[in-house]
């Protein structure tokens, strides 16, 4: 079975950092775009940070130069390192795993909680 599964949310003042990590087996880790999506109610889904397995990365405007993504495919996992946080950045924090295009696999998520 597929099994992506998220930890290291949490409450956290503005400014402060938070590391999301995601676990994930059942797979070919090292054939997929793993990428984080974040939901707020009443908001559509909004990609955060993708990374391919030769490390390429994109981000969305609103977090570059604040969160880095980064996959280790020896270990089958993803982390998503976030700086400076702002009330904004709010929201149930997925990990995907797919393609640039797509998310195929989704995990349960985790919530983040600026305030």
């Known amino acids: 079975d597929v099994q992506l599964v998220e930890s290291g949310g949490g409450l956290v003042q503005p400014g402060g950092s938070l590391r999301l990590s995601c676990a994930t087996s059942?797979?070919?880790?090292?054939?997929?775009?793993m990428s984080w999506v974040r939901q707020t109610p009443g908001k559509e889904r909004e990609g955060v940070a993708a990374v391919d397995t030769d490390g390429s990365t994109l981000y969305a405007d609103s977090v570059k130069g604040r969160f880095t993504i980064s996959g280790d495919n020896a270990k089958n996992t993803v982390v998503l390192e976030m700086n400076s946080l702002k009330l904004e950045d709010t929201a149930l924090y997925y990990c995907?795993?797919?393609?640039?295009?797509?998310?195929?696999?989704w995990g349960q998520g985790t919530q983040v909680t600026v305030s």
């Open positions: 995907t795993a797919g393609s640039w295009d797509r998310s195929n696999h």
């Open positions: 059942g797979f070919t880790f090292t054939m997929s775009v």
